[in-house]
């Protein structure tokens, strides 16, 4: 069973000040703060996605998941049997959590001021809440997982911290476009050691690849995040919080 950890004092503070004064931090971090957030609900996946236009239809955009940096694979589980279709239109007309359950409801009865929707998926348990910025964009944040345990005393506290932290994210301009640039394990694995220096015969070694194998993920990288080159794939990167 994996440990829990224990959320470094000060992060809502943190998340708030973050907010307010316009702080860009990395999509890696705030990556990094949606998982103090499930922790704090005994959720194991998470995602933030971006509530598309009411003429896009029941489109969801990932921004993030608990796979970050690679593809949004959680998210598609988290919104599995219909989910996203009804969370795009609780969002568009509803500022509270919402939630689901199969099964025992232990600790949601109690979350007078929410809204249950219906899930298709044996086992599904989760919870989501929807955010908003000043400046028009509509997002939510999905909580997912057998041990979810929400504690209605801590969730308008959570939820602020949700449009807190979305307020940071939208300012990096990731929910501006919703085109984050999807990749592989190895891809990241890749640009992370080209960061730190290695050529790619050193690259080759260390992941135990072919040298051609390693120059074709990082070609693939390059062009993923449209650059000229792969210290331009670099510096990207690590604007967008893709490596550290």
Known sequence: MTSVQRKPSGSIAQDTQAAAHGIAVSLQDAARRCRWMAIDLGARDFALCLVGASTQGDQLTPLFDSNFPSGPQTTAHLLSGGLGEQLVRHARLSTAPCW???????????????????????????????????????????????????????????????????????????????????????????????????????????????????????????????????????????RMGLID
């Not at 592989?184 to 790619?200: A, D, H, N, Q």
């Not at 693939?220 to 794939?233: D, E, G, I, P, S």
Request: charged share 20%.
């Open 100 to 238: 689901w359950v199969d099964g025992d409801e232990d600790g949601f009865a109690m979350l007078t001021w929410t809204n249950r929707l219906a899930s298709s998926e044996t086992g599904s348990r989760g919870i989501a809440f929807p955010v908003y910025t000043d400046r028009g964009q509509v997002g939510i944040f999905v909580f997912g997982g057998a041990e979810l345990a929400p504690d209605p005393a801590s969730l308008h506290d959570l939820h602020g911290r949700c449009f807190a932290l979305f307020d940071v994210v939208s300012r990096l301009g990731a929910a501006g476009d919703g085109n984050l640039p999807q990749m592989s394990r190895r891809e990241i694995e890749c640009l992370k050691l080209t960061s730190r220096g290695y050529t790619s015969e050193e690259i080759a070694k260390l992941l135990k690849l072919s040298v051609h194998t390693a120059n074709q993920y990082l070609t693939q990288t390059t062009q993923k995040l449209n650059a000229v080159n792969r210290m331009h794939a670099v510096a990207k990167a690590l």
